[in-house]
């Protein structure tokens, strides 16, 4: 029998401790991070695509594959995935989707439901991908000089709007929960209708991606996200490395 964390248990703690760490690192040490750009979004890249290895290998080979649980259809594996093509791409319109929707991440990280111990695959899969989602647009700006996308709020929320009615058309066919809208995260709500929860999950979102715009206005601001320029960092420790 699959054995999830409990909500404020230890291992809740564990994985929050490790987010706070990495969260920490990237701020405390932006300017470093911002030399070595290049070398730590391959490691991104590559960490990001083994971990999506690791997931779906391990709904193959250690799980029943169900495509009720193991399909790429969760808004954090749809991130991870956005999150890889960004890397790769630079679009910024992929930018200002996972600045937005990858805030659903803190609300898994805050209350997490149905999620696996950190000593499973599964569960080490999770705390990668929740990392990444949720500290790549602050990554993306402190590397790539991208201001913060504060003004795609509305662009982000059509995307969310699609994704929703998408997975609510689709749960049905597949016996799947994704985005939690068969079995909700709290009991309470199971007993809302369809129509009047979707509308809530939709209110829901708008209100949370209104705070996310005013945190990108309010950074924007903050000497912590002062412009980099990538070819002066580099080129002032050049004569050092050709010494």
């Not at 932006?30 to 991104?44: E, G, L, Y």
């Not at 290895?53 to 956005?82: C, K, Q, W």
């Not at 791409?89 to 609300?107: C, E, H, N, Q, V």
């Not at 715009?213 to 601001?221: I, V």
């Amino acid at each position: 029998m699959t054995e999830f964390i409990k909500p404020f248990g230890l291992d809740h703690f564990i994985y929050m401790t490790i987010f706070l760490l990495f969260a920490i690192i990237l701020f405390k040490k932006k300017d470093a991070i911002a030399k070595n750009q290049s070398t730590i979004t391959k490691v991104i890249l590559v960490t990001s695509i083994i971990q999506q290895i690791v997931l779906y290998g391990s709904y193959l080979f250690l799980e029943d594959f169900n495509p009720a649980v193991s399909l790429p259809l969760h808004i954090s594996r749809i991130n991870t995935i956005m999150g890889i093509l960004y890397l790769i791409t630079r679009d910024r319109d992929i930018y200002k989707i996972i600045s937005f929707t990858g805030f659903f991440a803190l609300l898994s990280f805050l209350y997490p439901s149905q999620v696996h111990k950190i000593s499973h695959p599964i569960g080490i899969s999770f705390l990668v991908n929740h990392i990444i989602t949720l500290l790549m647009p602050f990554y993306i700006r402190i590397c790539f000089e991208e201001e913060l996308p504060w003004e795609g709020k509305n662009f982000a929320f059509g995307f969310f709007l699609t994704y929703l009615m998408a997975v609510y058309t689709l749960n049905p066919l597949i016996d799947g929960n994704y985005f939690y809208l068969v079995n909700r995260p709290i009991t309470l709500l199971n007993e809302i209708p369809d129509l009047g929860y979707l509308i809530l999950c939709s209110i829901f979102a708008y209100v949370m991606f209104s705070l996310v715009e005013l945190l990108y206005r309010h950074l924007e601001n903050k000497p912590l996200f002062e412009k980099f320029n990538i070819k002066k960092l580099t080129n002032s420790i050049s004569p050092e490395i050709e010494m």
